[in-house]
């Protein structure tokens, strides 16, 4: 009987080593891959955007917790307007410069870094100086007895010259109302004006002088946050009021101009007091009729401590896919068909920042990476805008560079794209990485219609079209195709919504064109016979579905495998 007992202490003490020799080696591989980067690194970087193994331990166990809470309402293949550019953007700061050829040396470098839009500031501030209605600055600041400025619309006129020369286009920002315009002198820089009509007349006087050249408006700058709305409390209400008075007036200008919300910026404030929660704040805005009054949403894509490809996602914290929670809002709301522009998207990168470490670290709240980093990240982030977020369509870069580095001992100054040292003998700037891997991506990007559906008018087609109004499509406008329709699409299958172009034939055809029966596949299609018309184009990818469900399956797999070799060994041990 001794022996029996002895016996079972013995294969017990012998399982217990040999399970904690499979631990230890089971530990010693796992880190040498995460230190190699090897296929375990690769997976766990493809979900959290971590590349340090602790962050990637917590950030898989975060991206488990997807998997019990309600998806997303994303529709992801809902139809979706303005969509039709290269998504391709940068924010700039024309107004600030003085010197002709520093603004041409600049359109030039970004234009030939293959970006399409400019975010341009056009500050009401700097327009209506003098009062309501006066566009000019009778102030004599430079003591010789005349106005600066006898007319403050000229230097927006040559701005808007110099970037058609370039081919370019401008989302055009209106914000940052004068000081004439509130009584109140604690009222804060940016708070709204007391009579919301003035900020109206300065909209409609914008939309008046450039009718025909400039057709995108952002009405106001993240009115969830402080310092955007002033000293005042967050009003989703007020915000409201300011847009849907301003959307009226400008579609009364031109009705084909578009109107895009002010960027949300993410927070996970309640208080209201100074920061208001993005979803509450977009909520509320559906709540006080604000979801009649733009065409486009916008909201902040910044990278903050983890990179392009987190697949968290958190309602309390807040990532690069924070966005997701914005379709989720939009699609119960009934603006599916409506896409998110990511108003100022970058990583910050003051790691290589000449501060002390102890400053670097006060600017945590937007995260710290290397220029190489930033570099990486962003042709990572618009292949993932591409390919997974078929509701998010122009991405700005933030930003092309600042006047002066004299701001290099603030956080934002390290989002620049080139150094600020331009000088006329040297009529360039200093190109940073993030510069030349942008440059490199879009130069060089094969365009390819991804999952989603998307407008014939989409800049991914190859085939040359011709715009045309028609009532039966589905945003009122299709594309007249005089040669066979090529593009390249990834998925199983593709629908295309088409008709002949030949009169008294207005009956839309569906094509379904098989691309792989079970995975994704890329292929290049040829469809048609010249001339046709064209209103859509549906990507499906079932392999995604599939991949999902491995994902899960793998992960509730690895964690039962865990939890039950930890329990075996707790059992061997007694």
């Known amino acids: 009987m001794t022996e029996a007992r002895s016996g079972i202490r013995r294969s017990r003490l012998w399982g217990g080593i040999i399970s904690i020799a499979l631990l230890l080696a089971f530990a010693l591989l796992l880190s040498l891959d995460l230190r190699h980067r090897g296929l375990a690194w690769q997976f766990l970087w493809s979900q959290t955007g971590e590349e340090e193994a602790p962050g990637q331990i917590r950030g898989i166990i975060e991206v488990a917790g997807n998997l019990i809470r309600s998806p997303l309402a994303t529709d992801p293949l809902a139809p979706i307007d303005h969509k039709a550019h290269a998504p391709y953007g940068i924010n700039t700061f024309l107004e600030q410069e003085v010197e002709g050829p520093k603004i041409e040396a600049m359109l030039r470098m970004i234009s030939e870094a ?43 006129d040559h701005i808007v010259d110099r970037v058609e020369a370039y081919d370019l286009r401008l989302m055009v920002r209106l914000s940052n109302p004068p000081a004439w315009s509130r009584a109140d002198p604690e009222a804060g820089d940016r708070a709204p004006p007391d009579d919301l009509q003035d900020y109206v007349n300065y909209a409609i006087a914008v939309a008046e002088r450039y009718r025909g ?30 847009l849907c008075r301003t959307y009226a007036a400008l579609k009364a200008v031109d009705p084909d101009i578009v109107i895009i919300s002010g960027a949300i910026a993410p927070t996970i404030a309640l208080d209201g007091a100074r920061d208001l929660s993005d979803l509450v704040f977009l909520q509320a805005l559906y709540e006080n009729g604000g979801g009649e009054c733009f065409d486009v949403l916008s909201a902040q894509g910044y990278g903050l401590r983890s990179g392009p490809t987190d697949q968290r996602l958190r309602a309390t914290s807040v990532n690069v896919a924070r966005h997701a929670y914005y379709r989720d809002i939009m699609a119960r709301n009934g603006d599916a068909h409506k896409p998110i522009w990511l108003s100022e998207a970058a990583w910050n990168a003051t790691l290589d920042a ?8 006060q600017y945590g709240n937007y995260g710290n990476v290397t220029q190489e980093q930033a570099a990486r990240y962003m042709p990572m982030l618009y292949d993932r805008v591409l390919q997974e977020w078929q509701w998010v ?35 360039t700037f200093t190109p940073l990485p993030v510069y030349h891997s942008l440059s490199d991506y879009i130069t060089q990007q ?11 008018e989409t800049w991914q087609i190859q085939t040359e079209g ?13 594309v ?28 839309w055809r569906v094509s379904h064109i098989p691309l792989s029966g079970e995975l994704a596949r890329t292929q290049a299609i040829a469809f048609g016979e010249a001339p046709l018309i064209v209103d859509e184009i549906a990507v499906y990818d079932r392999s995604r579905n599939r991949l999902l469900s491995w994902l899960a399956l793998g992960l509730a797999g690895a964690t039962l495998a865990l939890g039950t070799i930890l329990l075996a060994l707790r059992e061997r041990l007694r």
């Not at 501060?355 to 670290?361: A, F």
């Not at 094969?446 to 014939?456: D, F, N, S, T």
């Open 114 to 156: 293959g970006f399409v839009w400019l975010r341009q500031e056009f500050p009401w501030e700097d327009l209506e100086i003098d009062g309501r209605g006066h566009y000019s600055d009778s102030r004599d600041q430079n003591g010789d007895g005349q106005p600066d400025v006898p007319d403050t619309w000229l230097k927006y």
């Open 213 to 242: 050249r400039i057709s995108h408006y952002q009405i106001w700058n993240e009115p969830n946050i402080y310092p955007e709305w002033g000293n005042r409390p967050i009003d989703p209400a007020g915000y409201s009021e300011l």
């Open 354 to 361: 000449e501060l002390p470490p102890e400053q670097i670290r």
């Open 393 to 427: 369509g122009n991405v700005f870069y933030w930003f092309f560079t600042r006047k002066d580095p004299f701001e290099a001992d603030q956080a934002f100054y390290y989002f620049r794209m080139v150094e600020p040292d331009y000088q006329p003998e040297k009529p």
């Open 446 to 456: 094969k365009p390819v219609l991804y999952r989603g559906r998307h407008q014939a």
């Open 466 to 478: 011709k715009l045309v109004a028609d009532n039966s499509a589905r945003f009122q406008q299709a």
């Open 480 to 507: 007249f195709f005089g040669s066979p329709l090529k593009f390249t699409a990834h998925g199983t299958a593709v629908d295309i919504r088409w008709r002949p172009a030949h009169a008294g034939d207005s009956g």
